[in-house]
């Protein structure tokens, strides 16, 4: 059965226009621009548009299919456990094998001591899930006071209430504010912060504004520091290497719990299983999502350690927390493929040995004296590109992001589907990309970034 009609592209947009509500759209700017982008397949890296333009995908769908398109593997694993079980709620003391064999995987493969999971539908609901987990513990500890939450700006931990009240996303802020009970520190964002210092000073300075908030605050009232190894959707903010032991050293110091967010870091992306082991960082929680099905079907996961678990355990009682969807047997099923193709194929080992290096060296063998690139920063296969207006004297674009947007849009129009962070060009492909195609993906990011220049006279 065809699951919806034959339309032509002028169709589709006029439906779509009349229907459909788009996530981070402005809706006067999409119809502005003549509507949307029709995508109808994929393939590889590569995505056709409903008037059969082929685009190659740069930022890997949102960060998250490391696989490619059209991988035949996941749709197998899907398909078997539909016809088998099509669906079975984790709750009423039930579950499924693909719902405990994803849960064994991903303990035996996070860093020691994360050994217990609790499966939700994205990074939003899992961060949900480890703030709540957080308060509950805090208040199991007989320490109730222990309530705030810290974060960085720039941080992107999810879109609905909590998840967005702990990101540092100032246009999110500006649509709903923020809760009480949530505070925001300084990222480890050199090009804006750091000029002038080592990276080592640096990366301690930006670690140091976590234990003077803490001890701003009082240390008997912050529960948790959130943060992701990387800033993915913040603009690929990559700490010095003197940034995560000291956060680790503060966090320890002051009894504050550690979360590390690896909703765009995890499984392979930096070149290693997770940003935990790319940075030696010890967390007492883990969120995952995306990469963990490469995007073929939603799932995510708050991954606990044990100091938590044996409290939650010990004197939790039940655990009133729950999704309907938690552990769905389905996506489970392809969590299990998604990670079994990565041990097989080595794409975490030939990101961190072959194609990351090849990309950083394309990348700043392109773009490095280019007039309107201050900085190229990024590990493994996440990597920004920032875009400036005074290259020599590091000064960045006031206001942020009109020529990001300008420059995203002539990679739209020369084949490149990347994302623009405020003023910084996002590159985040899948993890099978091959050489071939990364010199594609930077030869049509110069061209584009090249026309941005000669428009606001750079060139």
């Known amino acids: 059965m065809q699951p919806f009609p034959e339309r032509g592209s002028a169709e589709w947009r006029l439906l779509d226009a009349a229907h459909h509500i788009h996530p981070f759209t402005d809706p006067r700017a999409l119809a502005a621009g003549g509507g949307t982008r029709v995508i109808t397949r994929g393939q590889g890296v590569s995505l056709w548009d409903s008037d059969g333009n082929r685009l190659l995908d740069g930022l890997a769908g949102l960060w998250c299919v490391g696989l490619g398109y059209g991988r035949r593997e996941l749709v197998e694993a899907a398909e078997t456990q539909l016809r088998e079980l099509s669906y079975c709620p984790s709750f009423f003391h039930t579950t499924t094998p693909s719902t405990i064999e994803l849960a064994r995987l991903l303990a035996e493969r996070t860093p020691p001591g994360l050994d217990h999971v609790f499966f939700g539908s994205s990074g939003s609901e899992s961060n949900d899930t480890i703030l709540r987990m957080i308060w509950n513990f805090w208040d199991l500890e007989d320490q109730p006071r222990k309530r705030i939450l810290i974060s960085r700006e720039y941080a992107y931990h999810g879109s609905t209430v909590a998840a967005a009240c702990l ?98 870091c995890g499984f392979g992306r930096t070149g290693q299983w997770f940003g935990c082991d790319r940075f030696d960082i010890r967390p007492d929680f883990m969120t995952v999502a995306k990469g963990i099905t490469s995007g073929y079907l939603p799932l995510s996961a708050a991954v606990v350690g044990e100091r938590v678990a044996r409290t939650l355990e010990r004197k939790g ?102 994302r ?7 590159f985040c492909p899948p993890l099978v990309i091959t050489r071939t195609e990364i010199d594609e993906m930077v030869e049509k990011a110069k061209k584009s970034i090249d026309q941005t220049a000669r428009e606001i006279g750079l060139a």
């Open 167 to 264: 990101g540092g996303m100032s246009n999110m802020h500006a649509m709903s504010g923020v809760l009480a009970g949530f505070d925001h520190i300084m990222p480890p964002y050199s090009y804006k912060y750091g000029q002038g210092m080592t990276p080592e000073e640096f990366g301690r300075r930006a670690a140091d504004a976590l234990e003077e908030r803490i001890l701003l605050l009082d240390p008997e009232r912050v529960a948790a520091f959130f943060a992701e190894p990387v800033q993915g959707a913040g603009g690929v903010l990559v700490p010095p290497a003197s940034y995560w032991p000291r956060v680790q050293e503060i966090c320890r110091r002051y009894d504050v719990l550690l979360v590390a967010d690896e909703v765009i």
């Open 420 to 426: 623009a962070v405020r003023d910084a060009l996002c």
């Open 317 to 418: 009682g039940r655990l009133a927390h729950g999704y309907t969807y938690s552990g769905h047997p389905v996506p489970c099923a392809v969590g299990i493929a998604t990670l079994q193709i990565l041990a097989a194929e080595g794409l975490v080992e030939r990101t961190r040995e072959e194609t990351g290096p090849y990309l950083e060296r394309c990348l700043r063998e392109a773009l490095s004296c280019h007039p309107l690139v201050g900085e190229i920063r990024g590990v493994g296969l996440l990597w920004a590109a920032e875009l400036v207006k005074d290259k020599a004297a590091g000064q960045l674009f006031d206001p942020a992001g009109e020529v990001g947007e300008r420059c995203l849009a002539h990679c739209f129009d020369n084949g490149l589907l990347l």
